[in-house]
């Protein structure tokens, strides 16, 4: 089975940017994976934050934003604010109604 | 506003069936998405478990498939989860949420803790 891999832990300072990826363990990610993005607090739901690659789902800051990057999904937070200190999640469609979410990123704001 | 609501034992004992259910208010099953499930063990990452479609067709995470049925009641409004031959690793918050046809999840539930343990 095909794993999606992210980076286990991130930590940026607070106003600065970073990059989260998404990757698979044999292949290239392109938009016909349909990657999306969720973020996710301790004790609550995932929240969507971007699918279809690079579209923001309702009500989502424009700080963040999707893309791909080399071989690679990627969630982008441009100017990180205290409280988007969470863990996130990509999800890629593999094809067939399945889809696999990646391991998640713990990422820290401080 | 659609929403979506978890509903099921939160102990269930090893080598049997866990079953959840999950309403769908504000909206129909009948609707043109993936209904489906997924979960979390404590302090571990998210897992797909399987989707149905309103006509009743399912697709089930691979390394799940043999232990996993996935059903959908339009007449109620509700779609469950029957996993078997549980084991401790089955321990998890469980979620259902509705899965969009651009293939993304865009409706949560709040998720349902289920313990496995005599």
């Known amino acids: 089975q095909t794993v999606v891999t992210q980076e286990p832990s991130f930590s940026v300072s607070p106003g600065g940017t970073v990059t989260l990826t998404c990757a698979l363990s044999?292949?290239?990610?392109?938009?016909?994976?349909?990657a999306s993005w969720y973020q996710q607090t301790p004790g609550q739901a995932p929240r969507t934050l971007i699918y279809?690659?690079?579209i923001r789902s309702s009500g989502v800051p424009d700080r963040f934003s999707g893309s791909i990057l080399g071989n690679e999904a990627a969630l982008t937070i441009t100017g990180a604010q205290a409280d988007d200190e969470s863990d996130y999640y990509c999800v890629l469609y593999m094809g067939s109604g399945t889809v696999v979410f990646g391991g998640g990123t713990k990422l820290t704001v401080l | 506003q659609v929403q979506l609501q978890e509903s099921g034992p939160g102990l269930v004992k090893p080598s049997g069936t866990l079953s959840l259910t999950c309403a769908v208010s504000g909206g129909s099953t009948s609707s043109s998405n993936w209904w489906s499930w997924v979960r979390q063990p404590p302090g571990k990452g998210l897992e797909w478990i399987g989707e149905?479609?309103?006509?009743?067709?399912?697709n089930y995470n691979p390394s799940l498939k043999s232990r996993v049925t996935i059903s959908v009641d339009k007449s109620k409004n509700h779609f469950s989860l029957e996993l078997s031959f549980l084991t401790a690793a089955d321990t998890a918050v469980y979620y259902c949420a509705r899965l969009n046809l651009d293939w993304y999840f865009d409706l949560w539930g709040r998720g349902t803790l289920v313990t496995v343990s005599s």
């Open positions: 044999s292949g290239s990610v392109s938009t016909s994976y349909y």
């Open positions: 149905i479609f309103h006509s009743g067709t399912a």
């Open positions: 279809n690659t690079n």
